[in-house]
């Protein structure tokens, strides 16, 4: 008799359970609308807006006069972990001080080889680098992820020291 | 090996050789478990390592401490935070280097939210590799909050490289105590919900009550540490035990269990997961003023000669940094204690004499992950 009480108390323990459960899943079945944190992705790209910090890719970035902060230091090259960037650099006679400057000539970036660890951004003494929120660089040719970052026929801001 | 046995019903059957993975999804990633069966029942698992060994220590050997950082964040990836702080504090020890509060205060807010949002995925995979989808659903919902308060204040969803050696890359973001709080104030409500779908459910309950029973003694020989430990009654908080960062300023208690059995080590990692959100909540009001960089520390850190550790409390257990140092600006040798090995080769001890079914369930609670094994 005993075995059998168990029995069944067994099974209705085993049904209120089961049912505590539905509940959970009842409650947001009928309040479908309440939270919703997944996103239409590429329907949304209009209106996605990354945050701020997000890391997607370096950039060096230029003005409207065309011209960068970057003086060649290799200091971003230095503190780079995997060797992703590469700056080629030359040196020009200031025309003013008569002094030879060194310029960059190609601030080469190889994206693929890229960990968006921030170390390059925070070690750049003038700021000329920064990281940007875009993504999507999926390509088909691995020869694409490997950019010049500086514009053609860009020169460096006068005031960086 | 393959040898003849007989049964208690004089049934001559064969002993069997069965590759578990390296593709199974309940084994997290690609490790490979070789059973060795009879019928259904595990005499023996040999773990098979080394699918994704990236020699993290090696090319640790040849980067300055400020890369090295970056690295860890690859290994335990869940616990990237605590990884990250394990080679800043050792850093920092080894140059005699005392960081500001509010350093201290927001390594161990992240390190928390760090904890909760690895204990968040590891029940709702926990419940998948028992037939329930229904767990991932949730889990992944409540992980969302805590993965956007990262990307705005780090700037990345899981390789966050937060903390450098002497402070943090980036002062917290205007943001953040908000969104923490609100995280908190939903996910404090959320909680119960995990113990309503699968803590109280009946077939959860009778397929990891009384399994995978792993003796105090045992845990404290294969050196299994973190909650799995914890559930057998071995206390090793390393938070409690060797504080670091705000960890002594704090009140929490450390989740000691006594059965060691698979549902132990369950609800070791579900109440932990309160724990974690009191700590937050006694921190995240008063985050002190301060530097949020050590100055003295230089951006080419050479560390003295000699040997130096460092352990930190990761989600599964203890993390240790073993640095030697010759004087120069990169380690001469560096090795990671890390939780996961130790935690997966006392599967074979706990398994023996149990299903196939019971193994993926043990597995799933000593919560592997497999980089941080290989490194």
């Given at each position: 008799m005993n075995a059998i009480t168990s029995y069944f108390k067994d099974i209705f323990h085993a049904i209120k359970t089961l049912l505590?459960?539905?509940?959970?899943?009842?409650?947001?079945?009928?309040?479908?609308?309440?939270?919703?944190?997944?996103?239409?992705?590429?329907?949304?790209r209009d209106t996605l807006k990354m945050f701020d910090r997000f890391r997607g890719i370096v950039t060096l970035t230029h003005d409207e006069n065309n011209e960068h902060a970057c003086t060649g230091c290799s200091a971003c090259e230095i503190a780079c972990p995997n060797g992703t960037i590469e700056i080629i650099s030359d040196r020009e006679e200031d025309p003013e001080t008569g002094k030879k400057k060194k310029i960059i000539d190609k601030f080469i970036y190889h994206y693929s080889m890229c960990t968006l660890c921030n170390l390059c951004i925070i070690s750049c003494p003038t700021d000329a680098i920064k990281m940007d929120p875009s993504f999507e660089y999926a390509t088909f040719d691995r020869k694409d992820l490997t950019m010049i970052l500086n514009k053609p026929g860009s020169k460096i801001r006068k005031d960086v020291k | 090996m393959i040898e003849e046995v007989e049964t208690k019903d004089a049934i001559k059957t064969q002993e069997y050789f069965v590759n578990m993975g390296p593709q199974h999804p309940s084994t997290h990633g690609v490790l490979r478990l070789m059973l060795e069966l009879d019928g259904e029942i595990i005499k023996k698992v040999t773990p098979h390592i080394g699918y994704i060994h990236r020699s993290i220590e090696k090319m640790s050997e040849k980067d300055s401490y400020r890369q090295i950082v970056h690295l860890t964040d690859r290994m335990d990836y869940l616990s990237n935070h605590m990884n990250n702080e394990a080679v800043c504090l050792l850093v920092e020890n080894a140059l005699e280097v005392e960081v500001s509060d509010r350093v201290k205060v927001i390594r161990t807010i992240m390190s928390e939210l760090t904890r909760l949002s690895s204990h968040q995925l590891w029940w709702g995979v926990m419940g998948m590799d028992l037939g329930a989808l229904t767990t991932?659903?949730?889990?992944?919902?409540?992980?969302?909050?805590?993965?956007?308060?990262?990307?705005?204040?780090?700037?990345?969803?899981?390789?966050?490289?937060?903390?450098v050696p002497g402070g943090v890359m980036f002062d917290i973001h205007p943001n953040f105590q908000q969104r923490v709080k609100d995280f908190i104030k939903s996910f404090k409500t959320k909680l119960p919900e995990y113990d309503d779908l699968l803590s109280n459910n009946v077939i959860f309950r009778q397929r990891t009550e009384g399994v995978g029973i792993l003796s105090k003694e045992d845990a404290i020989s294969y050196g299994v540490t973190g909650p799995t430990g914890r559930a057998s009654g071995f206390s090793n908080d390393t938070r409690k035990h060797k504080p670091y960062s705000a960890y002594d300023r704090v009140e929490f208690k450390e989740i000691l269990m006594d059965k060691g059995d698979t549902f132990s080590r369950y609800k070791a990692r579900i109440l932990e997961m309160w724990e974690s959100v009191s700590i937050i909540e006694q921190l995240i009001d008063n985050i002190p003023e301060g530097d949020i960089q050590e100055p003295s520390v230089k951006q080419v850190i050479k560390l003295p000669k000699g040997e130096f550790y460092q352990s930190v409390e990761t989600a599964r257990g203890e993390l240790g940094v073993y640095v030697v140092s010759d004087g120069q600006k990169s380690p001469y040798r560096l090795k990671f204690r890390s939780p996961g090995f130790s935690n997966l080769f006392v599967l074979d001890h706990m398994v023996r004499g149990y299903k196939i079914a019971d193994l993926v369930a043990m597995m799933s609670t000593i919560d592997l992950v497999i980089p941080d094994i290989d490194r």
């Open positions: 505590t459960g539905m509940r959970v899943t009842g409650y947001y079945f009928s309040h479908a609308r309440k939270e919703i944190i997944t996103q239409q992705y590429p329907e949304n | 991932f659903l949730y889990a992944f919902r409540d992980r969302e909050m805590i993965n956007d308060i990262f990307e705005e204040t780090c700037g990345a969803r899981l390789t966050v490289n937060y903390n």
